[in-house]
């Protein structure tokens, strides 16, 4: 079964710029969770999706959004961003809500903000 | 919110060593606890978990132990391994287990 897949692995973006990440997560999955990961505050909890409802939220401004499609795949969008913006960004798939709390994360994308 | 603390934040061993990883957690409503490891470059990979109705849990060269009365859990990964030296990382997470609250990780190497 293929894993967390996110595209693209790799971005460079400007301040003041918008960006856009792409999630797809294993097949069967429904739940898709976003972190942002750094080394000073490491792994931070933007937000969850099931069934292309945001079903909790971390505490990020309104810059950070994110959806879910009827496939299970997520985008997350930031807005005017920031040089603080830079970190990896993870996306996880589970099968919560289905039974199972175990969360799978995908291979991150890289965004610097310059 | 729940509140996780992980220590040490580095981590030394020989080969062959044991090497402890330890974490706390402040609220007592989570009830399920996740360890990561995480390779340079990649995303984490979860390597073991626990519920609170479980007290202790192995696979292999690795298990993990939860005190729910002391509110704290440990990762124990035994006959260490160069290709074990990582970054760690512990969860914590309620009922909904929809928002995962994670340590700051613990890098650990392996010395040949």
């Known amino acids: 079964k293929a894993g967390v897949t996110q595209t693209p692995r790799y971005l460079i973006k400007t301040r003041g710029q918008q960006v856009t990440l792409s999630c797809s997560p294993i097949?069967?999955?429904?739940?898709v969770s976003w972190y942002q990961q750094t080394p000073g505050q490491g792994l931070q909890f933007l937000f969850e999706?099931?069934?292309?409802?945001?079903?909790n939220k971390g505490n990020f401004p309104g810059r950070f959004s994110g959806r879910q499609f009827s496939n299970s795949r997520s985008e997350m969008n930031v807005s005017t961003l920031e040089l603080g913006d830079s970190a990896l960004y993870l996306c996880?798939?589970?099968?919560?809500?289905?039974?199972?709390?175990?969360?799978?994360f995908g291979p991150g994308t890289r965004l610097t903000v310059t | 919110g729940e509140n996780v603390e992980q220590h040490p934040s580095t981590l030394s061993v020989q080969e062959g060593d044991s090497a402890v990883i330890k974490c706390t957690y402040s609220?007592?409503?989570?009830?399920?606890f996740p360890w990561y490891k995480q390779e340079l470059g990649k995303g984490p990979q979860l390597i073991i978990d626990?519920?609170?109705?479980?007290g202790e849990k192995k696979d292999q060269r690795i298990a993990v132990t939860l005190n729910k009365t002391a509110k704290h859990f440990s990762l124990h990964i035994t006959e260490t391994q160069p290709e074990d030296s990582a970054v760690y990382f512990c969860?914590?997470?309620?009922?909904?287990?929809?928002?995962?609250?994670f340590g700051t990780g613990t890098s650990l190497t392996v010395i040949p």
């Open positions: 097949s069967g999955h429904r739940s």
């Open positions: 609220d007592s409503a989570s009830n399920y």
């Open positions: 969860a914590a997470s309620t009922n909904t287990g929809n928002q995962f609250y």
């Open positions: 996880a798939s589970s099968l919560l809500g289905q039974g199972s709390y175990e969360q799978y």
């Open positions: 626990i519920r609170s109705n479980v």
């Open positions: 999706y099931f069934s292309e409802t945001q079903r």
